[in-house]
């Protein structure tokens, strides 16, 4: 009587392990670029969130709001790198720190994966008035993600408080993108 033996052999084993390898070869660069480009993604969107919670709370209450990095999601660290978060806040006595007494209005954590967010030199603050605008000149934000420097963008707030994306520099890319 014959007898059906059934399963896969040693060499059909090998050949579906070595199909998989390939695949998982292929697909894991670009399912790692896919979660990066998401994660820079969602850092624009809760810095544009914060920007527009911040400029509505600053007209709605007639204060200015400020929008500054931080590393505790509760005081103003001072430092160009936003990477680590940011918070704003309502800035009653017009100091640009946040006191006891002064609401806050949003905190971002550290942003996720790769992801950097650095502002051009000497604006560690943006100042939103009870008009919407923001005090001072434009600020630009630096954006890189895992996928490289040559998908870095800008984020550039104006005056009056809109954001539009763009190409950074050279200089800018260097600066903020790590790797």
Not at 150 to 156: K, P
Request: glycine residues 12%; contains cysteine.
């Amino acid at each position: 009587m014959s007898r059906l033996q059934r399963g896969f052999t040693l060499i059909e084993l090998m050949i579906v392990v070595a199909v998989l390898a390939i695949l998982f070869g292929v697909a894991l660069p670009a399912w790692s670029g896919f979660l990066e480009a998401g994660r820079a993604g969602a850092a624009k969107a809760a810095l544009l969130s914060s920007l527009t919670t911040s400029v509505n709370r600053a007209a709605v209450t007639g204060s200015h709001a400020v929008l500054c990095s931080s590393v505790d999601r509760a005081t103003c660290s001072g430092d160009l790198d936003w990477t680590s978060g940011w918070v704003a806040f309502l800035d009653r006595n017009g100091n640009r720190q946040r006191d006891a007494d002064e609401a806050l209005i949003t905190a971002e954590g550290p942003l996720g994966g790769k992801v950097t967010l650095q502002t051009t030199s000497g604006r560690t603050r943006l100042v939103l008035q009870p008009n919407g605008g923001n005090a001072g000149s434009n600020v630009t934000f630096t954006l890189c993600d895992g996928r490289g420097p040559s998908r870095a963008q800008t984020l550039v707030i104006n005056n009056r408080g809109g954001m539009r994306y763009g190409t950074p520099s050279a200089k800018a890319v260097a600066s903020a993108c790590r790797g």
